[in-house]
């Protein structure tokens, strides 16, 4: 009896086991996790408090309480401009490019001829349009010379959008929608670079509807209009929100903030200043974020 | 009669639709293109077409003198092999741990297990920017709790060292790590518990079912977390600028190209220092750069298309 029992306290239950496996597995993570994200998460949050000196014996930190942020948002010249552009451009483009990869990834979903070849050279931006180059992209002269070439042309000019915001606007669309719809024309390179990876969401997302559906529809004489509003729109609902909130975190890696938060503490060595910065930029994302997932989940059909 | 008339009607639209959408893709693939098409034709461009107006796209003098001057002031070959290590270790060691985590946070549920999947959300959602100058002092003077030191004597400086890069990749904290993480974990959440349950009962332990059983499954979602850890880490200039300062990788050696290039024609001859003709170099040090990727690309795009389509990043 007493074998049995010993045998039993030796043999872990399937779910026991799990449990200890699962721990085990995610420990490198953990470690990495305190070390590298939440400790220095804690200390940010401290030095945003403090203003911290370098002198012969390290470092001295010391308490000031909200003086860098006092500082970040009323004496800095360039932070207020910065966030304010930085969250407007967010704002701005989050719903085009949104919109904007659910249009084409129901175009790439349907079948025509060179379908595999357009699908590769839409996404090809997940891997050029990041980082680096996007950055010296920017700065191309080359690339200006050429636009401004390209801008005396007769051609594109003719088909460019003043001529289209004209006629909106004859048409007796509201100004403000006609210059955000001609505004993302013009930067029609910004979008399709930054959609890459939504496209592809999407696109699966679309994938995974099963075809019972469609072909219901279709014999209830469904026009493809109805299709798309009835069954393709609430079936992917749910990646809508996952597509905003992918599409303001992948704001982060170039913006003029991050750079303004990195020459603050790296350049100028005001580690305090630059704490402060993010953590405000940090929380003004939050709330960005925060309201786009109450407004959209409101909405978002799911299935079960 | 009129049902061949509404036949026709259709067919008309029919053709309309594929001729807008034709045009639609058409146009925007020319869209994304047009940078490429752009920097290779600046990239063979001799000096004397640049203020010629009649090159547009196809030079009148070719040259690979652009390539020369890049890949000399780039050091580019041996920039290339440390990219290549840099990345590919990096890669390697961040889908191993991603895999592991991604797995644990799946199926292998302990008490807690939610409450730490939070912490993954919130790695995703907070900006690199936010914990960037703790890390960095962090590494300036590791100590890893206070255990290095008692060894040593003193911390390691493990800034301009390829350490904090195989750190954070072996602790599944490297550049978008939670997203991976995150893939990870949908994926194998949509893997049926019976494939799980019958190889337990044949015998098999956890570590071999995940070894032998989950992960041969998973292989669209390590092909899609492979090729983007890859892709980033390549194009990455945040963590790549802040922990390694004078190691040569691909993309801080682009970020000081123009300023290398200036140095350069300011030894030589001093008259070559003309904007544009920098300008022209920087593009063909951005086509080299991604050149490799492109190739890369090339021939995974087929797999990874396929593949994404079944990750279940959908989820």
């Known amino acids: 009896m007493s074998k049995i029992s010993k045998f039993s306290v030796k043999q872990l239950s399937y779910t026991q086991q799990k449990a200890l496996w699962g721990m085990l597995y995610v420990s490198p993570w953990l470690f990495g996790f305190l070390f590298f994200f939440f400790i220095p998460l804690i200390y940010s949050l401290r030095y945003s408090f403090s203003s911290i000196k370098a002198n012969a014996s390290g470092m001295s930190i010391e308490f000031t309480g909200l003086a860098n942020y006092v500082e970040a948002l009323t004496v800095n010249l360039n932070f207020n401009r910065t966030l304010v552009e930085s969250i407007v451009n967010m704002v701005i483009n989050v719903p085009l490019i949104v919109i904007f990869s659910l249009f084409l990834s129901v175009i790439l979903n349907q079948k025509f001829f060179g379908r595999a070849a357009a699908r590769s050279i839409f996404f090809l931006p997940v891997i050029l349009a990041s980082g680096v180059i996007a950055n010296l992209e920017i700065s191309s002269l080359i690339q200006m010379l050429n636009e401004q070439n390209a801008s005396s042309g007769s051609f594109i000019n003719a088909l460019g959008s003043d001529e289209l915001a004209r006629m909106m606007l004859r048409s007796g669309v509201n100004e403000t929608i006609v210059s955000y719809l001609t505004g993302a024309v013009d930067r029609i390179h910004q979008i399709v670079s930054q959609s890459g990876v939504q496209i592809l969401i999407f696109l699966a997302g679309i994938q995974t509807i099963s075809p019972q559906l469609y072909e219901a529809s279709k014999i209830e004489g469904a026009t493809g209009y109805e299709t798309f509003w009835k069954i393709t729109f609430p079936m992917v609902s749910p990646l809508i929100l996952v597509n905003v909130i992918y599409t303001i975190i992948d704001s982060f890696s170039s913006n003029e903030m991050t750079a303004l938060i990195k020459e603050t503490g790296f350049t100028n060595f005001n580690f305090g200043l630059s704490s402060a910065m993010a953590w405000i930029y940090f929380l003004a994302i939050m709330i960005v974020l925060l309201v786009s997932t109450y407004f959209i989940s409101k909405r978002i059909f799911y299935q079960e | ?315």
């Not at chain 2, 490429?36 to 196809?58: E, G, H, N, R």
């Not at chain 2, 440390?82 to 797995?103: E, H, P, Q």
């Not at chain 2, 893939?183 to 190889?199: C, D, L, S, T």
Request: aromatic share 14%; charged share 15%.
């Open chain 2, 1 to 315: 009669m009129i049902m061949r008339r509404l036949l026709s009607l259709e067919n008309w639209q029919r053709w309309l639709w594929s001729l807008v959408r034709f045009v639609l893709i058409a146009g925007l693939s020319f869209v994304i293109l047009y940078p490429i098409i752009q920097k290779l034709s600046t990239a063979i461009k001799d000096k004397a077409d640049l203020y010629s107006p009649i090159v547009v796209f196809i030079p009148q003098h070719f040259s690979l003198d652009n390539f020369k001057q890049a890949i000399t002031i780039m050091d580019y070959w041996k920039t290339l092999l440390n990219t290549f290590a840099l990345s590919g270790a990096t890669t390697v060691l961040t889908a191993i741990s991603c895999a592991l985590a991604g797995y644990a946070f799946a199926r292998l549920k302990f008490k807690g297990s939610k409450f730490l999947f939070a912490g993954v959300i919130l790695t995703i959602l907070v900006p690199p920017t936010t914990i960037i100058i703790p890390i960095y002092m962090n590494l300036k003077e590791f100590s890893l709790m206070g255990f290095i030191p008692l060894i040593t004597g003193k911390t390691v400086n493990l800034l301009d060292s390829y350490w904090p890069f195989i750190l954070t990749s072996l602790t599944a904290n490297s550049l978008k790590a939670g997203l991976y993480i995150f893939i990870f974990r949908q994926f194998f959440r949509g893997i049926p518990k019976e494939v799980e349950e019958a190889a337990y009962i044949d015998g098999a332990g956890i570590g071999s079912t995940f070894s032998r059983i989950m992960l041969p499954n998973a292989v669209p979602a390590i092909v899609t977390v492979l090729l983007f850890s890859f892709v980033w880490q390549w194009n990455d200039s945040f963590f790549t600028t802040t922990y390694l300062t004078s190691s040569k990788v691909m993309s801080t050696q682009l970020s000081s190209l123009p300023y290398n290039l200036s140095i350069m024609l300011e030894g030589g001859i001093t008259t070559n220092k003309d904007p544009f003709y920098m300008s022209m170099v920087q593009d063909t040090g951005i086509l080299l750069a991604i050149l490799p990727l492109t190739i890369l690309y090339l021939f995974v795009q087929r797999y990874f298309v396929e593949s994404i389509e079944r990750t279940g990043i959908v989820g």
